[in-house]
């Protein structure tokens, strides 16, 4: 057969560039001018070499200095992405390597950074949560393409070149000793939205609950949230959610009441949690369902439990698990262990510390009461002199009287007689 040119075209030729075309044509360049990000830029800044011109659609000018390729350093590792923006149904990807408009093949030098690299597709940068599409272990100088296509029929968000020359790994003679990205153009061929495939995307994924099929067969290749199976027919489990159920819900008063399209506990947290997601831990100081409890006298408030008892016991003035419960009347402290002093009025003995805010009841002094007047003083926080103070061995916190005795040589009801004086007095009589 001869083409319109005069050169022979041979059949199989023809057949190629139908199939190439036809596949081209069928699908989106969804990586054109979507966000794109290179290690090691050449040149920070100069947009010459910037990670973007490899998927702004130009390809006419391969060279490094061209402004159409993205090229970094030369290093121990390669790495470049493009960000989708979202997950896509991606079908192939095509690369363009920068030749610099030279011969390619075993000649020219370039060759040599290309060999070994790998093509990722994840939905995240990082590699090796994704799928990979391609890795070279056979790729010769002679060999490797100019414009490389591999077909990757997987969904994700991330397309990622990786390339590496790590040391004390042994690599083929052929391959240099440090690797660049020296992208021209990358082309990531798919449909634009998920849950579609065939040649033009526009057949439904089969199955229903389907989010992500087979861009070729339709085959189901991961479930909306919510659901499972291989056919997405059955429903998470209580207390499961997300892409296969593999997420787990947060702490739900009721497990079965996590939504499964938004995670969202319809019934409310379950005690010691809130938000909507039923994940955070109820603040300092609170607790129980939604967090909408206050904890009691805690000895140390960060030790609350999730139903409100005090791990560490009760601070002082309180009691009960909850600690919430003053000392009962005449008791206050660490746990009510102590008892009130002789307060005027009882009830007025703080529950913490045991101070009488109101003073002291008859013959007794200090903060907590509980110090006996001393020696001639008597009634409410001492305030009265006994009629004799200095010969009363205690007196009366009403009359003043000597109910106690009287000192040693006093005698008489105010102890106001001197025992010597009546031992002179009665010798004279004799």
């Given at each position: 057969m001869m083409s319109l040119s005069g050169h022979s075209v041979y059949p199989h030729d023809v057949l190629a560039v139908i199939c190439l075309l036809t596949v081209s044509q069928a699908y989106v360049n969804v990586a054109l001018n979507k966000p794109a990000y290179q290690q090691y830029p050449y040149s920070p800044g100069d947009d010459t070499y910037n990670a973007t011109n490899a998927v702004d659609g130009r390809k006419s000018d391969l060279s490094m200095d061209g402004g159409q390729c993205s090229v970094s350093n030369d290093r121990q590792t390669a790495i470049w992405w493009v960000n989708l923006s979202n997950i896509h149904s991606i079908h192939h990807i095509t690369i363009y390597f920068r030749t610099d408009h030279h011969q390619w093949g075993p000649s020219d030098e370039l060759t040599l950074y290309f060999l070994g690299f790998s093509v990722y597709v994840s939905n995240t940068t990082d590699r090796l949560q994704g799928t990979l599409c391609f890795k070279d272990n056979k790729f010769t100088r002679a060999t490797i393409p100019a414009v490389f296509t591999t077909t990757c029929p997987v969904h994700g968000q991330y397309v990622i070149y990786y390339n590496e020359r790590l040391p004390g790994v042994t690599y083929p003679d052929e391959y240099s000793d440090d690797v660049s990205n020296d992208l021209c153009e990358v082309e990531v061929y798919g449909c634009p939205a998920t849950g579609y495939f065939g040649s033009n995307c526009s057949v439904p994924c089969p199955d229903i609950n389907c989010q992500y099929c087979h861009i070729e067969t339709g085959t189901c290749q991961g479930c909306k949230p919510g659901f499972k199976g291989h056919r997405c027919e059955m429903d998470c489990a209580g207390g499961t959610y997300g892409a296969g159920c593999k997420e787990t819900c947060g702490h739900c008063r009721?497990?079965?009441?996590?939504?499964?399209?938004?995670?969202?506990?319809?019934?409310?947290?379950?005690?010691?949690?809130k938000g909507n997601l039923c994940r955070t831990v109820c603040d300092k100081g609170s607790y129980g369902y939604d967090c909408n409890r206050t904890c009691g006298h805690c000895r140390d408030v960060n030790r609350c439990s999730i139903i409100g008892t005090c791990l560490t016991g009760c601070d002082a003035g309180?009691?009960?698990?909850?600690?919430?419960?003053?000392?009962?009347?005449?008791?206050?402290?660490?746990?009510?262990n102590e008892t009130c002093g002789h307060c005027r009025d009882i009830?007025?003995?703080?529950?913490?510390?045991?101070?009488?805010?109101?003073?002291?009841?008859?013959?007794?002094?200090?903060?907590?009461?509980?110090?006996?007047?001393?020696?001639?003083y008597f009634g409410e926080d001492c305030s009265e002199t006994c009629i004799n103070s200095y010969t009363c061995d205690g007196c009366n916190d009403v009359s003043g009287s000597c109910d106690y005795g009287c000192r040693p040589g006093w005698i008489g009801y105010f102890c106001q007689k001197s025992n010597i004086f009546i031992f002179t007095h009665n010798l004279i009589q004799h």
């Open positions: 009721d497990a079965n009441q996590c939504s499964i399209n938004n995670v969202t506990c319809l019934t409310g947290c379950d005690a010691g949690f309180y009691q009960g698990d909850l600690c919430k419960t003053s000392c009962d009347r005449r008791w206050y402290g660490s746990e009510c009830n007025q003995c703080s529950n913490i510390n045991g101070t009488c805010s109101t003073g002291c009841g008859a013959d007794y002094q200090g903060d907590l009461c509980k110090t006996l007047c001393p020696v001639g």
